[in-house]
Every structure is written in structure tokens, then in C-alpha cells.
């Protein structure tokens, strides 16, 4: 039983602070964050023999938190999934300078929870519709409906009028 | 379509991440009570569904017997052994955690003089000033990436005030502190605080202590909408013993007065929302134990005022409890400053039994157990000097967790050496070294 115990504890240990940032970025404030990791990691103890062993606990802890933190939305409010499938493709350039726009992050606090776990999804966790379809557990075209939706309030409320006009110009 | 705007996203969520907080140092020991909390409901509805399905008493017995009688702690399950283990050879922190050493100013922009007590995340140390020998006159952050520094408050010094603004610590969006001055010929101490986020400092609460010269707050800490602090010192009433006073508590956006939490006598406060008792009050405590005594044995939670006990293997010794593990060694032998004798041994387990072993220092020639409070710091790492053969006395700190040993400060050229403020952070993430590159952070929380 210790040596289980150990196993799990030395997961929680070495893996808690990147669990917590996710957390974070999916909650976007830190006290929804350090809950939902608790939530999560003590469904992961009772699930730990069984996880284990299919090799990936980050993976699961991963899932759990997304969709936790997706049901619990879920429970306060419903919204239609039925949505249009966006055309044209997504770039997902390398991220090189890492800056914090605080005007985004204020305006990612605003969307639905499943939007915005998508977005983390994409765009933090570098996950493809695939991936996140499976994680949440909805279909692909959800996936990028959801994440259009998203990027279409967040590109309202955004307003760097330099980086619009350079974008214009590209096109 | 999108390429600034997921541009810019990426990177917002990558600098946001940066910002999470650091874990709990006491996640562990939650998660597992959370997680034994919810077995036991989950073993009762189990029971009851064997019941009905099969009716087998054997089925049923093995049922409820794996889980825990909620009347009946974790602990008094019996404690595991303590397997004798090697310790490693040290190795410097640079490179055993190369991921938690961030370099450190020597003074701060404008050049003043500053001593680091903790992070608020990733990048935001809490830093105070001096105006002069251990006098903070201010508290600011520092941010350790754009090297800026915000003030968040000053910190007035009460007139009369024998022990300065000290034991910062931070919780709620605030931090709060204390100070001691003298009124009347007994000791009065003063709880301060302020928020966070900027803005003028106010008094929480005060109270009066007939303690000795050297009474003090042990430990203070912020939760649920209060300070908790606890007071150690020798009672001038009552032949020099050192006493807990128990646990007080008042309300951290002030207005309120302090009162003692109800049956905390003899506990100390630990970090939130933990408090341990019988506490460590004195020095000398460790020394006066008689064998098989357990400080902070019993855990109390602040919110809910449950309790857990330690079960611990017997030693000849005595433990002293954090909130997940328990430290002990053999007494030290009487010739002790003449390095000889036996090398001491150390005994560690966790409060639940588990996780108990027990291993000779560096196996050299001697080691020197730090007393302190006898806390693991980050609740995971075990601090203490050894003076290996042929060496001179280093500062260490071994990793419960993995068994590796990274030697923090070593001596410098001159034979000096500092590991300051080892312990100035209540929540123990950091530990200040300097060190011959210079002055050094030690972020306990990015140790992988």
C-alpha cells in the first residue's frame, strides 16, 4: 500500500505546480485553480491502480481537470451545441515572445467555460480538435465551433489597432 | 484569419500560467484526507449494497475493514517500519535544481539594502526594507523578471517597540505581521496588517502577555478571513517554564479584537490551517522530552476543528510533527563538541505511519540536526548541517521525496559561509543563500 502511496504522492509532488498553472489558465483565477487540482487529484487517488498502469497519470489528471471544470459549468447553465463549422484552416504559428495582454486575459474571464477550456486546449496545450475532442469528450465540430465562437468574442473585444492594420495589409 | 489574435493568446496564456500560485506545501496531506473522507461514504453505501446482493458476512467484514472508521484517526493504524536508508552525497543546489535557482540583486533598484521573505507566484518576491538594524520601515515587491519594485506599504513602528515589525506572512490578499512593545511592565503585541494590492497599514488586534524577555510570536498565519498567531515564552509568574498560550485569532480586515480559539491550549500554529499540539514552546524542549514524546502530535484543521493523531514507529527519542512528516534523532552524545562518539541517527516518518526510514547523515563523521521548529521546510525537505571528513560545516537540506541531497551553501574562500534567511518565509517555499556567484534564490516549490 506505501508503495503505492509513494508513487502517487511522488506524482502529486513533481507534477503539482505544472497541474496548478493549467489549472489556472483554465479557471483564470487561482483559487478555482487550486480547487479544481484538489478535486482532480483525489479522483485520480481512487483511480490510481487502474492509471497507472495505462502509463499516462498526467494525461488523465489532464481530462479530469478539463472536464470537471466543463460540468461544473454545465450544471449552472445550458447552452445549444449545435453550431456552424468555420471554414478555413487555423495557423498556429511557434510562439517565440510570450506576452500578457491583460485586456485578453479579461476578456477570456467572459466566455463560457467550454470555450475557453477549448481555447486552452488549442492554443496552451498545442492539442489538435482531435485531441480535444477526446479530452472533453464532444464532437470535432464542437470543438471548432466552440473555439470560433471564442475567437470571434474575443477579436471584439480586442483592439490592437497596429496589428490589425498589418494584418489587413497580408491579407 | 486569426494569427495575431492566437498569437497574442498563446502568449497570454503562457505569461498567465507563469503567474499561477505554487502549490499548497500541504496538497499532499489534503487530497489524502479528502480522499479517506470520501472512501469511508463510499465504503458505507458499499457495505450496504453487499448486503443486500450477497448477505456474506466474510464480504461484508472485508468491505467496511478497508475502509476507516471515521471515529478512529489514520494514525492508530500501526506504523509502519523505519527502513534504514544511505544518503546520498551532497551535490550542489545549482546543479541538482537548476530549475528553482534564480539570482538575486544585492540591493534593489535605487540601492537600497532588502531581505527576501517570500514569492507571491513565479516572479513576484516579497521584499522588506530596513531603515536600520532590523527596523522594516517598508514591504514592496519585486518582480524578478522586469526587476521593478512596488511598494506595498510601510510599516510604522509603534514607539517603545523592543521587537520590530517581523513574521510576515501572507494569505487573503494580505499580509499581516506583528511587533512587541512594553506597556505597563507586561508585553503587548501588536498584529498589523495591509492589503496586498497596496495601501496603508492598519492594526488588527492587540494583546498583553505576562512572558518573559524573549517571548514571541512563534508563528503567524492568515485564512479564512482571519490572523491566527500563537505566543511561546517562559510565564514570569511560573519558574521559567516555557508555555504555549494557545491560539489567537482575529479578524484580518480589522476593526475586531483578538481572542483565543477555544481549546487551543498548548497548541501552536503551523501554517494554515493547521495547528499542532502539545507545541514546541522553548529551546530547550527537544532536549527535555522524555522518550517517546511527540510535539504537535495531534493536527488540528482551523476550519472545521477535526483532529488526527500521529502513529509513529518508538524510537528512543523524541518526534516533532509538521503537518505531513515527523522528524526525530537520537540524542546527541555528551562530548559532542569534540566530534567524536557515535554518529547520530535520524528518523523520519509521515504523521499516518507511512514513509518511515532512517539513516547516519552523509554518513561522515558527524552531522548537526538545526533545530529550529523542527519543521521539514515546503513540508518536503529536511534542512541541516554536516561536516563531512575532511570538509567544513555546509548547510543542506535533503528531499524527503527523492532521497537526493543538494548542498545550499557551501563555505566560501575566506571560510565563511550564510545561508540567510533560511527560514523568513512563513510558507517555506524560499530559502536565501549567499554563495560565492553571488546572492542566490532557492524556489522550493520548482524542485521537480
Known amino acids: 500500500m506505501d508503495d503505492d502511496g509513494v508513487t502517487y504522492e511522488e506524482f502529486v509532488t513533481t507534477r503539482a505546480q505544472t497541474l496548478l498553472r493549467y489549472g489556472y489558465v483554465l479557471t483564470g483565477n487561482p483559487h478555482d485553480a487550486a480547487d479544481l487540482l484538489q478535486e482532480s487529484l483525489v479522483r485520480l487517488r481512487a483511480a490510481w491502480p487502474r492509471v497507472v498502469n495505462k502509463r499516462d497519470p498526467e494525461g488523465y489528471t489532464r481530462t479530469i481537470m478539463a472536464r470537471q471544470h466543463i460540468s461544473i459549468w454545465r450544471r449552472r447553465r445550458r447552452e445549444s451545441l449545435v453550431g456552424e463549422v468555420p471554414d478555413g484552416q487555423y495557423i498556429e504559428p511557434g510562439l517565440d515572445r510570450a506576452e500578457h495582454d491583460p485586456r485578453l486575459w479579461e476578456l477570456l474571464s467572459a466566455l463560457p467555460r467550454r470555450q475557453r477550456a477549448v481555447l486552452v486546449l488549442r492554443y496552451y496545450e498545442d492539442m489538435s480538435d482531435a485531441e480535444i475532442s477526446a479530452t472533453l469528450g464532444i464532437s470535432r465540430g464542437t470543438v471548432r465551433s466552440q473555439a470560433a465562437r471564442a475567437l470571434d468574442k474575443l477579436r471584439t473585444g480586442w483592439h490592437p489597432a497596429a496589428e490589425r492594420a498589418e494584418s489587413r495589409s497580408s491579407r | ?448
Open chain 2, 1 to 448: 484569419m486569426n494569427d495575431e489574435l492566437t498569437e497574442a493568446l498563446k502568449g497570454t496564456l503562457k505569461t498567465a500560467a507563469r503567474q499561477a500560485p505554487a502549490p499548497a506545501p500541504d496538497l499532499l496531506h489534503q487530497v489524502h484526507g479528502r480522499h479517506r473522507r470520501r472512501r469511508r461514504a463510499q465504503a458505507g453505501m458499499a457495505a450496504a449494497a453487499v448486503l443486500v446482493t450477497l448477505g456474506g458476512s466474510g464480504a461484508l467484514t472485508s468491505v467496511l475493514g478497508s475502509a476507516e472508521d471515521p471515529a478512529r484517526p489514520a494514525a492508530q493504524s500501526k506504523p509502519g517500519p523505519l527502513k534504514a536508508v544511505t544518503v546520498g552525497k551532497p551535490v550542489p543546489v545549482e546543479r541538482l535544481w537548476p530549475q528553482a535557482v534564480r539570482p538575486l540583486p544585492e540591493r534593489l533598484p535605487g540601492g537600497r539594502a532588502y531581505r527576501a521573505i517570500t514569492l507571491l507566484d513565479d516572479d513576484t518576491l516579497l521584499v522588506t526594507t530596513e531603515s536600520s538594524f532590523e527596523k522594516t520601515d517598508q514591504i514592496l515587491t519585486y518582480d524578478l523578471r522586469t526587476r521593478r519594485t512596488t511598494q506595498i506599504t510601510r510599516t510604522p513602528v509603534p514607539s517603545g517597540s523592543d521587537l520590530f515589525p517581523s513574521g510576515f506572512s501572507v494569505g487573503d490578499g494580505r499580509i499581516a505581521w506583528w511587533v512587541r512593545y512594553k506597556q505597563g511592565g507586561r508585553h503587548t503585541v501588536e498584529i498589523w496588517a495591509a492589503p496586498l494590492s497596496g495601501g496603508d497599514a492598519y492594526r488588527v488586534a492587540a494583546t498583553q502577555h505576562d512572558l518573559s524577555e524573549d517571548a514571541s510570536v512563534r508563528r503567524l498565519t492568515i485564512g479564512g478571513g482571519k490572523v491566527y498567531w500563537s505566543m511561546a515564552g517562559r510565564n514570569t509568574s511560573s519558574q521559567g517554564v516555557y508555555e504555549s498560550q494557545g491560539v489567537y485569532e482575529a479578524p484580518v480586515s480589522g476593526g475586531g479584537t483578538a481572542r483565543q480559539v477555544p481549546g487551543t491550549t498548548g497548541f501552536q500554529v503551523l501554517a494554515w490551517p493547521w495547528i499542532g499540539g502539545p507545541g514546541l514552546t522553548g529551546p530547550m524542549d527537544a532536549e527535555r522530552a522524555k522518550p517517546g514524546e511527540v510535539f504537535h502530535r495531534t493536527l488540528r484543521d482551523l476550519r472545521n476543528g477535526r483532529t488526527t493523531k500521529a502513529g509513529l514507529a518508538t524510537i528512543k527519542g523524541s518526534w516533532n510533527c509538521g503537518i505531513t512528516w515527523c522528524v526525530a534523532h537520537k540524542s546527541l552524545p555528551k562530548q559532542w563538541s569534540g566530534g567524536h562518539g557515535p554518529v547520530p541517527e535520524t528518523y523520519l516518518q509521515r504523521r499516518d505511519g507511512t514513509g518511515g526510514r532512517m539513516f547516519r547523515m552523509l554518513g561522515g563523521r558527524r552531522h548537526l540536526m538545526q533545530r529550529l521548529d523542527g519543521f521539514l521546510a515546503y513540508d518536503r525537505f529536511l534542512p541541516y548541517m554536516a561536516e563531512p571528513a575532511g570538509g567544513s560545516v555546509q548547510w543542506l537540506l535533503y528531499d524527503t521525496q527523492t532521497g537526493d541531497v543538494a548542498s545550499v551553501a557551501v563555505p566560501q574562500d575566506g571560510g565563511g559561509y550564510s545561508a540567510i534567511g533560511l527560514f523568513r518565509d512563513p510558507a517555506e517555499r524560499i530559502v536565501e543563500v549567499d554563495s560565492v556567484n553571488g546572492r542566490l534564490l532557492i524556489d522550493l516549490a520548482k524542485v521537480s
